[in-house]
């Protein structure tokens, strides 16, 4: 798909369970983020930028994820050195919850890792792109990282049964 580029097996299973339980017990969630003015919350999500912004202290653990998770972004799309990154964070939706869709501004490019231990075509759980009109969608492998503009309107979709973690990189 245009302006969406896919890498897969980016994290070993055992990476990724470690990844997700070390995320889960260690951030400090808050209630929703608002995909754009007149929209209601979804999820909860851990900001690392702003824990960092405020003089917050993360641990070693949550330290080497970010860390390596970055390189490995780094390792798959080079330009990406020559931007500024400007937000990290952790988004966790509950089943059926319903984002909306949203950019994440002009200029951006935007990098999901699907933190998810198991994939099942039936649980939902992608990435929704709206592009010429027409609905077209990244699954959530587990492991997989999707490199895209953020300026294409996009939302996530949430898993029937079960709880979606991604983590977001965003860079202008």
Not at 7 to 35: Q, S
Not at 97 to 126: Q, R, V
């Amino acid at each position: 798909m245009e302006g969406i580029i896919v890498h897969d097996n980016i994290l070993t299973d055992e990476e990724i369970e470690n990844y997700k339980v070390t995320l889960i017990r260690n951030c400090p969630f808050k209630y929703g983020e608002h995909d754009g003015p007149n929209t209601e919350p979804a999820g909860v999500v851990c900001d690392f930028t702003e824990l960092m912004k405020s003089g917050s202290i993360l641990s070693p653990d949550l330290n080497y994820i970010l860390n390596n998770l970055l390189i490995k972004i780094y390792e798959n799309n080079k330009s990406l050195k020559n931007m500024n990154l400007f937000r990290i964070y952790l988004n966790l939706f509950l089943p059926n919850e319903n984002p909306s869709f949203h950019t994440d501004g002009d200029n951006t490019i935007t990098c999901l890792y699907y933190l998810n231990p198991l994939f099942n075509l039936n649980e939902g759980g992608e990435t929704q792109f709206l592009i010429d009109e027409e609905i077209k969608g990244v699954i959530s492998k587990p492991g997989r990282l999707a490199i895209f503009d953020g300026g294409l309107k996009h939302r996530a979709t949430s898993f029937k049964t079960k709880p979606r973690l991604t983590m977001a990189f965003k860079f202008v």
